[in-house]
């Protein structure tokens, strides 16, 4: 999908408050043919709910997403034979559409599983929390330093060979912690808090590192809001300590559906991206994985992140109003949906119009009652029968040259 460049920052003789997000400097890491941080746009991301053993069924979920949008898509692979049909879904992508970034979801005692698909995906991503599981004991009252250290050396000795194969392949790993399947003895020194979610990361960043590996995104998620952002804004403060500068994906896990579900992803990743946090997203709805891309979008381009749309602004209409501004602001839309990066404003009446729309490149102002005035910018252009509204801010876009068919 076409991103277009922010615009800079506009200097005066007097220093303007700073409108700009400025992201945190990271690492770019390369998931195929995409690139996570380093400065680049933020990379939006989905995952398939088909089987993965149903390779035809996959591969049309996976062609679907990318086709609307999402840049990278996440497969389920809960076993060796899920392992093996991701590989055939990878070939049959390639040859009847083309290669798409696919990243592997291993959980549970995941080693031989990860071995396995790390030889078709170009990502791995994995639970720290899972991956080497725990067996919780009810009467456990304590974990003493040599059981900590123990298990440790049993993360390391089952992560080694993963991490190996993925630098020698030049590929990728997500570490993503979960809130809500933290390891038992990180729950135990920690507790269920966003502390323990940052050691548990690090633990298997500084494995990682040790064999100089460090084409590592991270992503910390919880389906509680203030838990997901302190965890992240916690990473963020123990990695700048560290010297560590990973990139980090986001998400509220188990968001829910509906108008909540989209309040919450965009509460938790929206406030994080505001203070420059983060370098992909994934909104997780209970819903269609196509409905998380639009929303995706909507939440980058509502911060000046990413430009993918038309951008509009409209009145929340009031007694001045001269026209029917929901059913007109319908209208252009559904006719200027299809274009990209323009700012177009609709507004009911002269009174705070001009003024509040004065960054849009279009104007659609109900100056007197049955007429419209179209304008560029600042400027009016013309005036117009409301009847020729939306057809005279057609012809005015295509006499600029902006115009592209649907």
């Known amino acids: 999908m076409q991103t277009l460049p922010v615009p800079t920052q506009p200097t005066s003789d007097q220093t303007p408050v700073d409108t700009m997000i400025h992201r945190r400097k990271t690492r770019p890491v390369q998931v195929g043919t995409v690139t996570i941080g380093g400065g680049h746009p933020v990379v939006v991301q989905s995952m398939i709910n088909e089987d993965t053993m149903d390779i035809d069924g996959a591969t049309a979920a996976v062609r679907r997403l990318h086709e609307i949008g999402c840049e990278i898509v996440r497969v389920t692979v809960p076993s060796v034979g899920h392992a093996t049909a991701v590989g055939k879904i990878k070939q049959k992508l390639a040859e009847t559409y083309q290669p798409v970034p696919l990243v592997a979801d291993v959980h549970h005692n995941g080693m031989k599983i990860a071995l396995e ?64 399947s933290l390891a038992e003895r990180m729950l135990f020194t920690y507790g269920d808090t966003p502390e323990g979610m940052v050691e548990s990361a690090l633990e298997f960043i500084k494995i990682c590192e040790s064999l100089d590996f460090q084409n590592i995104v991270i992503s910390l998620k919880a389906s509680r809001v203030p838990v997901m952002v302190a965890a992240n804004r916690l990473m963020v403060k123990r990695m700048d300590e560290l010297g560590m500068d990973y990139p980090l994906h986001l998400g509220v896990t188990e968001a829910g559906d509906g108008e909540y579900g989209r309040i919450k992803s965009t509460a938790g990743i929206g406030t994080l991206l505001a203070g420059g946090i983060g370098d992909t997203i994934r909104v997780s709805l209970t819903e269609a994985p196509e409905k998380e891309i639009p929303v995706c979008y909507s939440i980058l381009q509502a911060l000046g992140l990413r430009k993918t ?61 049955g007429f419209i005035s179209l304008y560029r910018g600042r400027e009016e252009i013309k005036k117009v029968p409301e009847t020729q509204g939306v057809e005279e801010l057609i012809n005015l876009i295509k006499a600029d040259g902006r115009w592209v068919d649907p």
Do not use: W
Not at 142 to 165: A, C, H, M, N, W
Not at 321 to 326: D, I
Not at 341 to 365: F, K, R, S, T
């Open 117 to 180: 698909v790390a030889k078709y995906v170009d990502k791995v991503r994995i639970n720290p929390g899972l991956y080497v599981f725990e067996k919780p004991k009810s009467d456990r009252t304590e974990y003493t330093q040599s059981e900590f250290d123990e298990i440790g050396d049993k993360i390391r000795q089952t992560l080694e060979p993963l991490v190996v194969s993925l630098r020698d392949q030049g590929k990728a790993m997500r570490i993503g912690v979960n809130h809500g």
């Open 309 to 369: 749309m038309v951008e509009y602004v409209a009145c929340p209409s009031c007694g001045r109003t001269l026209f029917n501004l929901e059913e007109v602001l319908h209208q252009v839309r559904e006719a200027t949906k299809h274009l990209t990066g323009l700012d177009i404003a609709v507004m009911g009446c002269i009174v705070n119009g001009p003024g509040e729309m004065a960054d849009a490149d279009y104007g659609y102002v109900g100056k007197q009652p």
